[in-house]
């Protein structure tokens, strides 16, 4: 089974810190996804990354960054966090690009006070 | 972005009821996946659509993909209290894959 592993379950960050969060995937597969999850909102495209060292804007990437400088592993940078961007965040990886099915982590709960 | 209309947002029900969500696109879709998250963790695959009018199971889930290719449905079957988690459906069109907000299923015993 494909596995992908986020390395915190939950975070509590203060306001203006720089956030890491990170994914690892063990299935070599080529596509890495983050999301995040609000209530009443859904699941919403941060960014993602088809490639080792490419990324692509999601739908909301506005205070965000992310990096790939390995094909398993993808990270989600909070460059200043604020208290907005409190909520669940996703990250999933699938074998190819458009190849729908994601398999996704179990989530970080990350709370800016 | 496109934008998915799931419905209905919360459903609470008795073990054993039949359970129907759907969601509707004003976009056409060339696939429709459907997602069940339980808490504390991420979603999981659970249906995956192809071709309008195709009518797919697993287990005692139903999923279709409706024949304008803009909409979809999720039957669940005599319910159980394992079902209780977020259901979500997924499509996608030309690019990445637009989520749906959620149905939240509850069942009691």
């Known amino acids: 089974d494909v596995k992908v592993t986020q390395s915190s379950r939950y975070l509590v960050k203060r306001t203006g810190e720089k956030v890491f969060l990170e994914c690892v995937q063990d299935m070599d597969h080529e596509n890495m996804f983050w999301y995040r999850q609000d209530p009443g909102l859904g699941l919403r495209l941060i960014y993602f990354?088809?490639?080792?060292?490419?990324?692509e804007k999601g739908d909301i990437p506005e205070g965000y960054s992310v990096s790939r400088e390995k094909k398993e592993r993808f990270s989600l940078i909070l460059e200043s966090a604020s208290t907005n961007q409190t909520s669940m965040y996703l990250c999933a990886s699938s074998l190819r690009w458009k190849n729908e099915k994601l398999f996704f982590g179990s989530g970080t709960q990350l709370s800016v006070l | 972005g496109q934008q998915l209309n799931q419905s209905p947002q919360s459903m609470f029900i008795q073990e054993g009821e039949d359970v129907s969500m759907n969601c509707t696109s004003s976009?056409?879709?060339?696939?429709w996946l459907w997602y069940k998250q339980e808490p504390g963790e991420g979603p999981v695959l659970l249906i995956a659509?192809?071709?309008?009018?195709e009518l797919t199971s697993n287990g005692r889930l139903t999923a279709q993909f409706g024949i304008t290719r803009k909409d979809s449905f999720l039957n669940i079957s005599a319910s159980i209290p394992s079902d209780v988690g977020i259901y979500f459906c997924?499509?996608?069109?030309?690019?990445?894959?637009?989520f749906g907000k959620g149905t939240m299923l509850l069942v009691s015993p």
């Open positions: 659509l192809y071709k309008a009018g």
């Open positions: 997924a499509g996608r069109g030309y690019s990445t894959l637009t």
């Open positions: 976009s056409i879709f060339n696939t």
């Open positions: 990354s088809y490639d080792v060292k490419m990324k």
